[in-house]
């Protein structure tokens, strides 16, 4: 069965500074590997993906993502935070394959970012 | 506009009074899935439908039932809702299915259901 680890369930940082929110996983086979945000009574929009390739993915909102294939790792980046970017962020995975269809999440982190 | 719609936004109801929460996509997207949001489980899969009459539970899929008659809905019925259904429900889309399931999913605006 695949599975998805958020392991902070909050990250506060000041504006300007950098941030991380951290996302393992585990699967069989290749994964694919998602990022999304929720805004205050929004749905989920997605911000980037790793499917193939290069292992630093660029998304949305000047947001990035390092797939570190060793440690089973997929965290979310951003040089420097707004606080804007204040919300509640999801990792998820999805894998070819006979489960095709299923997509896990993790329990997902509320990012604080305080002027 | 490219857009997952969900109805209604909010219900309250009560023990046992059957429910459907409709779901409609125009992308002519193939897959499209149900998830349910409860603070600290971050979204659970429910349901998912690979294409049209093709259904498949995900990871919590008791007292819940969905059909896929056509490619742009995919209501999610409850026959007999109890409190513990009391939840955040979303229901999403994306182009593929299959070997496309690299595609993101785009997402409705959920609904907030409440069984009392």
């Known amino acids: ?60 909102y000047g947001f990035e993502a390092e797939f570190n294939k060793s440690q089973t790792s997929f965290h979310l980046k951003k040089p420097s935070a707004l606080v804007s970017d204040s919300a509640l962020y999801f990792c998820a995975v999805r894998a070819p394959g006979a489960n095709a269809g299923k997509s896990t999440f993790g329990d997902g982190t509320t990012l604080t970012v305080k002027p | 506009e490219a857009q997952v719609t969900q109805n209604p936004r ?70 007999s809702p109890s409190p513990n259904q009391t939840s955040l429900y979303f229901c999403a889309s994306s182009p593929g299915a299959g070997p496309a399931t690299n595609e993101k999913l785009f997402f409705g605006s959920g609904t907030q259901l409440s069984v009392l």
Not at chain 1, 7 to 36: I, M, R
Not at chain 2, 14 to 23: N, W
Request: aromatic letters at 12%; one cysteine or more.
């Open chain 2, 10 to 79: 909010y219900l309250i109801t009560v023990t046992g009074k059957k429910l459907t929460v409709t779901c409609s996509q125009n992308m002519n997207h193939e897959y499209m899935s149900w998830y349910r949001q409860d603070p600290g489980l971050g979204l659970r899969q429910i349901y998912y439908s690979m294409n049209v009459e093709v259904t498949d539970k995900g990871d919590v899929p008791e007292g819940y039932k969905v059909s896929r008659k056509e490619k742009r809905n995919f209501p999610l019925i409850l026959e």
């Open chain 1, 1 to 60: 069965a695949q599975s998805v680890a958020q392991p902070e369930d909050q990250v506060n940082v000041a504006e300007g500074n950098p941030l991380t929110v951290k996302c393992t996983y585990s699967v069989s086979g290749n994964p694919y590997l998602f990022w999304y945000v929720q805004y205050p009574n929004r749905g989920l929009q997605f911000l980037l993906k790793y499917i193939t390739g290069d292992n630093l993915v660029k998304g949305s």
